[in-house]
């Protein structure tokens, strides 16, 4: 016989063999019930209550990421926010109030923008403090009421135009951005660009600003200035109020801002990102293309703004010239327009009301799947046409000096 | 073995080994869910598409999803355009006249046909396939309409079949 | 009780795990595949807890832990400078469990270097690091395999410290790689090929995941299970020693050797006497490292700014006490240092011929007094250069020279060099003995390694000045 394991042995095994039992089933219980799922649940409650809808919804359940590819954006916000998309939700209070300004959410959708592009924040994150910040390791706090207290208690500023001017820097003025409107003028009432080259042109006596939102905090000299947050926010509000009192070395010169305006600035600054990796269409206002000769973009403006736009806009010209507008098609490949209400007679035996709503030949396929036009849109059609028609009529009158 | 030690020894190693089995049902949980994904970096299954009203009578492409909305009045469907065949991008090619028709029993009025340019394959327009190597109908997907602001919704990970209509 | 049947089908699976009989023990050792690794007795002293602390089974759990962690994270994380720090945010929020994987691989791989570090001091004061009877044994060898083995584990570790890519990652790949650089000679071409190039980008990344997940694991565990062979043909832990020697000293006198490890009074069956112990030892490591991994967080600090270096940047734990060194000469210690340190090592075996007190902590009193003498040494003459490098810092000095070397010869990381030497001669000519010469200087060693790696770690702030654990570090300015 061998001896046998002793007592203690088995005890110690014991002990031992608990721990890491406890130490799973801990592990298990902290992960159980984060925090999400509560409000989803809440979400739910509010849903079948106030407005019947379909649910549970099981889409809604879990966690909810928004990926925009092109901007690198993962965002989860909608997983607490579960209200923000709702144009009309019997709930007052985050994490389920909808979006106040729906009209922004319509025209920058959060499957194309995510939240944080506009927001600030940390889209990663599943918990509150982490999303919103700040955070010790996250730069870009969620740029809400809460943090622009810290800066002007009374009335705090709309920091998240910041991030506004991100995609929106090249146009000159944007409705909805007032304040960083306010800055841009100031850029060009100031002359900035004496000094500073931006954008490509512009001054070598100080730095070039063109991504001067990028600098990282530790590059910034808060030796002789030390504000309170120590933020590269109010370096800059600082600096732009009396820059040798932050830059000893500095020659820029004072340019009698009040403060308002040297906030307004500041924020302008921490805006301009380098934009090189978004795609066109994220920034209005940049110029893509070829350049144009003023000729060129003098035959542009006329179409637009002609009396005969509508054609212009339906694309209906790059076939049918309209020559009661003054509108040569590039093709010709279809009769003119000032005349459709004959040609449609003599050639297809039918009005022109009828002709539209009945198509035949190339039209019948042009309608039905290159511009198709709904109902109001053919009536609109038809009331062009026929005013082209009149004038064309007109003009005919007054150069044969005949009455038709 | 009726020495109470040994009996006792007995008892413990079977339990500290019933603790230890135990113990690995977390471990072997911990280890196992965490390889499931919980999110995906994929183009979301489920997406809006536009409100009714903006939708034409009969049948409108939508090239970036690949996808066929159909309108017949207040009757919506929406059919993949996806062959399935080999995954190219059927066209819709209407006809100059409806004809009426009957489809594995099912007797309607048919405006065109879908055809693949890549290796020829047709189908009707509620999807089944009758001509060339696509061995099965087109995929109808469920539709409804987004409780929050009133949108068409289209679901690729529901398949629905012809029956379908989405009223609204 | 469950049916003869039943109960034989189980004794058929298990009954090497738990012999009944002498027979049964001596078979299971090599009739079962996992056991064979164990002798078929085992000395009750190289049983003993106290004796080795199991610090090498730990080291090794701590690798399968490392392991098993590893490839569950590998489903998730991506080796791309665009990509890594993103999958890393996603393991931490949205994988499940995987900020407890995440912390458990973190702190298991801390907790390896500690328990190889512990393992190598133990063997050292063990005397286990050589043999005292014939030839049959090698433990020179096996200890050179060793040092080799740490410096795998500090590989490892070093390479998985970049894989977050963030500012922590990349800063401390930066000072690390640095440190190689200014090994003379060899130095420059290691580092390129480290860094796939002169920057530390894609191509580092790439080759450190690489080094990491497959180089060095494969390697390490290779290593590992020559390792633990080399123990079992060298007739176990060295706590076998006193048996084996009377073994062969009956040998020598013609009597019929007792079979050295026969009689239940100096040993036992490895089945189930060893098997249990490690079993213990496995589940508490990994209780331990679950519970640790619970309290601490991993730390994952903002994405990595190549332009943008943290002030202080400091290298992974494990090389702070190097990089103090480094800040009062580069190439002391960088290069002369940590060569010494792992020749040095190494070379023990060598060095120390005596063979005595194999298998007994400390030899014996006198070993003791030397031990503490030496570790008393290295505390004092440690804080000393640390004083003389803060008060009286070379180059003010001696403000007019402008010579590298000057100061590469003179400054307190040479002193300090200079210093241990000088404790080995002076214990070898008091004493006659190696032995007692290797302790005290190991010592000294250890306990100077342990106080420049707390002064790196936690005494060492902005600019690399001192500030005492009550004075508060400078405050960081943020964006908003």
């Known amino acids: ?404 | 073995m009726s020495d109470p030690a040994i009996q006792r020894r007995s008892f413990l190693g079977k339990l500290a080994a019933a603790v230890l089995g135990l113990a690995s049902l977390p471990a072997a949980w911990i280890l196992g869910r965490s390889l499931v994904p919980n999110v995906h970096y994929e183009a979301p299954r489920r997406y809006k598409v536009g409100r009714p009203d903006v939708f034409p009578e009969g049948v409108s492409f939508l090239e970036e999803r690949r996808l066929f909305v159909v309108r017949e009045r207040n009757a919506f469907h929406a059919i993949s355009a996806i062959c399935t065949h080999l995954g190219c991008t059927v066209k819709y090619a209407p006809f100059r006249h409806k004809r009426e028709m009957a489809v594995r029993g099912l007797s309607y009025t048919s405006r065109g046909e879908f055809v693949c340019p890549c290796h020829g394959s047709r189908f009707r327009d509620e999807g089944t396939n009758f001509t060339g190597p696509a061995p099965r109908p087109l995929v109808w997907y469920h539709m409804d309409v987004a409780p929050e602001d009133g949108q068409l919704r289209i679901d690729t990970g529901r398949e629905v079949d012809r029956d379908f209509r989405l009223t609204v | 009780m469950a049916s003869t049947s039943e109960q034989g089908m189980w004794r058929r699976l298990l009954w090497s795990w738990r012999p009944e009989s002498g027979r049964e023990a001596r078979r299971a050792v090599v009739r079962n595949f996992l056991l064979h690794w164990f002798p078929t007795r085992v000395a009750r002293r190289s049983l003993d807890y106290g004796y080795s602390f199991y610090l090498g089974t730990i080291s090794f759990a701590l690798f399968a832990i490392l392991t098993v962690t590893g490839i569950v994270l590998m489903c998730y994380y991506v080796p791309s400078v665009e990509r890594a720090y993103g999958t890393m945010k996603d393991i931490d929020t949205v994988v499940s469990f995987g900020w407890f994987l995440r912390r458990v691989h973190r702190i298991a791989a801390h907790m390896m270097v500690v328990s190889v570090l512990l393992h190598m001091v133990r063997v050292f004061l063990t005397g286990a690091y050589t043999s005292s009877t014939s030839s049959v044994a090698r433990r020179e060898v096996n200890w050179i395999a060793g040092v080799a083995l740490l410096v795998l584990t500090l590989l490892l570790s070093f390479t998985g410290y970049l894989l977050p890519w963030d500012q922590l990652a990349y800063w401390a790949t930066t000072v690390g790689t640095s440190i190689v650089a200014s090994i003379p000679l060899v130095g420059p071409p290691v580092r390129y090929l480290l860094v796939g190039g002169s920057e530390i980008g894609q191509a580092t990344l790439l080759r450190f995941y690489v080094l990491h997940i497959a180089a060095l694991p494969l390697v390490l565990l290779g290593l590992a299970v020559w390792h633990v062979w080399r123990v079992r043909k060298d007739g176990g832990l060295s706590a076998t020693e006193p048996a084996l020697r009377q073994a062969a000293e009956a040998v020598a006198a013609g009597r019929a050797p007792a079979a050295a490890l026969d009689d239940d009074e100096t040993s036992l069956p490895s089945s189930p006497h060893l098997t249990t112990r490690v079993l213990i030892v496995v589940v508490a490591t990994v209780a331990a490292a679950s519970l640790l991994a619970l309290a601490f967080p991993a730390p994952l600090e903002m994405r990595a700014s190549p332009q943008a270096p943290p002030n202080p940047a400091k290298a992974p734990w494990y090389f702070l006490g190097l990089q103090e060194l480094v800040s009062y000469s580069g190439f002391v210690g960088g290069a002369v240092i940590p060569l010494a340190v792992v020749l040095g090592l190494a070379l023990i075996p060598l060095v120390d011929r005596e063979r005595r007190g194999v298998g007994s902590w400390l030899v014996d009193g006198a070993g003791r007094a030397w031990a503490g003498c030496g570790a008393a040494y290295g505390l004092v003459v440690t804080c000393g250069i640390l004083a003389l490098g803060e008060l009286a810092p070379m180059r003010s000095l001696f403000p007019g020279v402008e010579s590298q070397l000057f100061f590469d010869v003179l400054n307190p990381a040479s002193l300090l060099l200079a210093l241990f030497v000088l404790l080995y001669w002076d214990v070898r000519a008091s004493t006659g003995s190696t032995r007692y010469a290797a302790l005290a200087t190991f010592c000294a060693f250890a306990i100077s390694f342990a106080l420049l790696t707390y002064t790196g770690t936690a005494l060492r702030g902005p600019n690399w000045e001192l500030f005492w654990p009550w004075q508060a570090w400078p405050e960081h300015p943020t964006l908003f």
């Open chain 1, 1 to 404: 016989m061998i001896p046998r394991l002793s007592r203690r042995e088995l005890i110690v095994l014991l002990a031992v063999a608990s721990a890491f039992l406890v130490s799973g089933v801990a592990v298990l219980l902290v992960d159980a019930r984060p925090t999400w799922r509560h409000y989803q649940e809440q979400f739910e409650d509010i849903v079948r209550e106030h407005h019947g809808a379909a649910v549970p919804d099981e889409e809604l359940r879990g966690i909810q990421q928004i990926w925009v590819e092109p901007l690198g954006v993962v965002d989860r916000c909608t997983t607490c926010h579960q209200g923000v998309q709702w144009s009309d939700l019997a709930a007052d209070e985050h994490p389920w109030r909808p979006h106040p300004h729906p009209e922004l959410l319509r025209s920058h959708p959060v499957e194309e923008y995510g939240c944080t592009s506009c927001h600030g924040g940390q889209g990663y994150a599943l918990d509150e403090d982490g999303a919103h910040g700040p955070s010790q390791h996250w730069e870009e706090p969620l740029l809400g009421r809460g943090l622009a207290a810290a800066y002007d208690a009374d009335d705090p500023p709309p920091l998240y135009e910041i991030r506004c001017n991100v995609c929106h820097r090249y146009e000159r003025e944007t409705p909805g951005m007032p304040v960083i409107n306010r800055a841009k003028a100031l850029v060009r009432d100031k002359g900035c660009v004496i000094c500073h080259a931006i954008d490509g042109s512009g001054g070598r006596f100080g730095p070039d600003l063109t991504a001067a939102g990028d600098k990282k905090p530790g590059l910034y000299d808060f030796s002789v200035y030390a504000g309170e947050p120590l933020s590269v926010l109010n370096w800059h509000i600082a600096h732009f109020v009396t820059p040798a009192e932050v830059v000893p070395t500095s020659i820029m010169p004072d340019i009698d801002l009040e403060a308002a305006d040297a906030l307004a600035l500041s924020m302008l600054m921490m805006s301009w990102r380098d934009d090189g990796r978004l795609r066109p269409r994220y920034l209005p206002g940049a110029v893509y293309g070829e350049e144009q000769s003023p000729e060129e973009m003098e035959r542009d403006r006329r179409l637009r703004e002609s009396e005969g736009a509508f054609f212009v806009e339906n694309t209906c010209y790059v076939c049918h010239s309209v020559e009661a507008h003054d509108i040569q098609s590039p093709t010709d490949m279809g009769p003119d327009l000032s005349r459709a209400p004959e040609t449609a007679r003599a050639r297809f035996s039918k009005t022109l009301d009828k002709f539209l709503a009945e198509p035949t030949g190339t039209m019948e396929t042009v309608l039905e799947s290159h511009i198709p036009l709904t109902e109001a849109q053919k009536a609109v059609a038809i009331e062009e046409i026929r005013r082209a028609y009149e004038i064309a009529r007109n003009r005919e009158q007054i150069r044969t000096g005949r009455p038709d």
